[in-house]
Nanobody
Framework: QVQLVESGGGLVQAGGSLRLSCAAS??????MGWYRQAPGKQRELVAT???????NYADSVKGRFTISRDYAKNTIYLQMNSLKPEDTANYYC?????????WGKGTLVTVSS
């Protein structure tokens, strides 16, 4: 069983920045990533980072968000800059352990206009 603990959400004005963190309870995690779900919408991919470091971003966040990974701490980060009101959502950490997907409980990001 993998536990994922997110932190770093909050309220920020448009144009501001936030940094999300997600700590995993075990090593040997494969790809990790961030997804988000806004009220009334489906959960969508934000960014992923493979164990080897390859990254993937949703078009809507390219150039504004950066995903990174600290292997020693089993932690990933999402640096979010130039935030927009449409970035408002619950952000969920995701981890792939040998084909089994695990999810964190989410952290709320609210961007005011």
């Amino acid at each position: 069983q993998v536990q994922l603990v997110e932190s770093g959400g909050g309220l920020v004005q448009a144009g501001g920045s936030l940094r999300l963190s997600c700590a995993a309870s075990i090593f040997s995690i494969g790809t990790m990533g961030w997804y988000r779900q806004a009220p009334g919408k489906q959960r969508e991919l934000v960014a992923t980072i493979a164990r080897g470091g390859n990254t993937n971003y949703a078009d809507s966040v390219k150039g504004r968000f950066t995903i990174s990974r600290d292997y020693a701490k089993n932690t990933i980060y999402l640096q979010m800059n130039s935030l927009k009101p449409e970035d408002t959502a619950n952000y969920y950490c995701n981890a792939d352990l040998f084909g089994v997907m695990y999810w964190g409980k989410g952290t709320l990001v609210t961007v005011s206009s």
